[in-house]
């Protein structure tokens, strides 16, 4: 995922300033006898850096290196970056490995054949991580690594859409109708991939007191033309495991012939180690590819995923390309071509460290402290909603309680918690349970006990400090915020698709904090199975 960038008119690059009007007041250049060997006695600290247009001359590698560290220092720091699953610590061994692989790539198997060999390692421990079939010659698992679990997705649904299609033709049927079952609580890329490939979302929605799908629904919105069922393993908004193996039995039981594609890019390095007995993956012969994240749960930097198949009987050969101009015949199923090795290495390098074990600890450490975090937040009045215990990821949902009548929002305590340089993030639930607000803390390897009590501190104080203000300083306070941020992320969007209608956000025609309940409008037509509620009209159950 990308930001669109806008380009500059010529008229903007030549503004420039910063401040309105500075344009027009010119300054005495430095002159050779002003300029100094150091950074900031060069003439390049008393210079812009270039914006718009590559300079003409060179700059001193030392002085490129510090100009742009120093504009690198106004990023947030990562650990305190509670917003994201992304891994943001590893271990220096590790990243002088890493270091070393950075000129290779990793497409180019003739030169470099011991990681693609490395990548193979890889793919075969995390399918029998996953329980893929390995007593048959003839079911084979197979996978591939990709540049995150996005492009995993998209490779999981391309394949389930051929295969659909190509037994749709051998039989002589229409197969230009393909369509998808997931929850609304998906990850965007989901979103994407269905009109990318022109797939129709069928979507089972959340309610007030259910986040995850529900499989009963799930199963009866599939007909002939479903390509499969997403299930999820580690949902975005409050980390719970969906019943995949509610789903699979519900499927034999009706002898509906669907696969299932499970999205374990939270969740698949953390189930196999805190809850082994879970079904969710190979072991339910409905489920057919599984995709995960490295760059989560998996311990490594960003950015790196993984994707397997039951057996090649899923992946259709058709898709897959056959090259040889990089010195050897290689097979190809990507949606990119060229990319790092380093981060692949990186995941043979956590899997062969820690080993099973040292996994294991890992994720149950950070389960104790999701659970003490959980336990600190609800002492202090905030409900809970997400599950403790190792049910679920190891993160902590939670809110306001509406009972307290607070006269301050989730979002204004978010605010707060930042300037103290957390990022806790504040936001709605998925469509037709958006009147929910909450916030989430992501615990990750480096997020220690110790970092935990500062952070509940922290809330302390910002509730205290909340509580002490009346609610139009709140207002202002926030509405000051919101305009300091749009400021940054105005550059980092062309103004030409901010109001698109498309995604489950923009068919409500409001960023998430603005969302009302009720106001979806579902892109469904077909009046088999067809819901209304208020305006909406949608496929499923709606709350």
């Known amino acids: 995922m990308v930001h669109l960038t806008s380009v500059s008119s010529d008229a903007a690059a030549k503004r420039g300033s910063v401040v309105e009007g500075m344009e027009n007041i010119k300054f005495e250049e430095p002159s050779q006898d002003d300029v100094t060997a150091s950074v900031y006695g060069s003439r390049f600290a008393a210079q812009e850096l270039p914006q718009h247009e590559m300079p003409d001359s060179e700059m001193p590698k030392e002085i490129a290196y510090r100009l742009i560290s120093d504009e690198l220092k106004l990023d947030g720091l990562p650990s305190l970056n509670l917003a994201s699953f992304v891994t943001t610590y590893m271990e220096e061994e590790v990243e002088k490995l890493m270091a070393e692989a950075l000129p290779k790539n990793f497409i180019d198997y003739e030169e470099y054949p011991q990681t693609a060999e490395i990548q193979n390692r890889c793919v075969s421990m995390i399918a029998r991580l996953f329980n893929a079939p390995t007593q048959s010659e003839e079911e084979n698992a197979m996978g591939t690594s990709t540049v995150g679990s996005s492009e995993a997705i998209m490779l999981g649904v391309l394949a389930m859409k051929r295969r659909w299609q190509n037994k749709r033709k051998a039989k002589g ?81 009706k002898n509906i012939d669907c696969p299932i594609h499970v999205d374990a890019a939270s969740g698949g390095f953390v189930a196999p180690f805190v809850l082994p007995d879970l079904q969710w993956d190979f072991r339910l012969e409905k489920v057919v590819s599984i995709n995960v994240s490295g760059h989560k749960y998996g311990l490594v930097y960003p950015g790196v995923g993984w994707i397997v198949w039951r057996s090649p009987v899923y992946l259709p050969k058709d898709l897959v390309f056959n090259i040889n101009y990089l010195g050897a015949d290689q097979a190809s199923f990507t949606l990119n071509f060229s990319k790092g090795a380093s981060q692949i290495i990186g995941q043979y390098y956590q899997m062969i460290r820690l080993g099973k074990k040292g996994y294991r600890s890992i994720m149950t450490n950070l389960t104790r402290t999701a659970d003490y975090l959980a336990a600190n937040l609800k002492q202090l009045g905030f409900l809970i909603m997400s599950k403790g215990g190792g049910q679920g990821l190891p993160l902590v949902a939670f809110r306001l309680d509406p009972k307290n009548k607070h006269h301050y929002d989730e979002f204004a305590l978010a605010h707060h918690l930042r300037e103290r340089g957390w990022v806790v993030p504040a936001y709605t639930m998925a469509p037709h349970s958006e009147s929910l607000k909450l916030m989430r803390v992501v615990v990750r390897e480096d997020f220690s006990r110790s970092r935990c009590d500062t952070l509940v501190k922290d809330f302390k104080l910002a509730l205290q400090t909340l509580d002490e203000m009346d609610k139009k300083t709140i207002d202002d306070h926030t509405e000051h915020l919101k305009k300091t941020s749009a400021t940054h992320k105005k550059k980092n969007s062309h103004p030409h698709y901010r109001n698109e209608k498309h995604s489950l956000q923009g068919k409500h025609g409001k960023p998430p904090y603005l969302l009302e309940a009720n106001s979806c409008t579902a892109p469904y037509s077909d009046p088999v199975h067809t819901i209304k509620k208020g305006n909406d009209t949608a496929r499923g159950v709606c709350s």
């Open 173 to 253: 049927k229409d197969y230009s109708k393909p369509n998808i079952v997931m929850n609304s609580a998906v990850q965007v890329c989901w979103e994407k991939a269905a009109p990318y490939f022109e797939v129709e979302e069928r979507y089972s929605y959340c309610t007030e007191d259910r986040y995850v799908i529900d499989p009963d629904e799930a199963v009866e919105l599939v007909d002939e033309n479903t390509i499969g069922i997403c299930a999820i393993i580690g949902t975005t908004y409050t980390g719970e495991y969906e019943d995949v193996k509610v789903i699979n039995d519900l499927l034999v039981k």
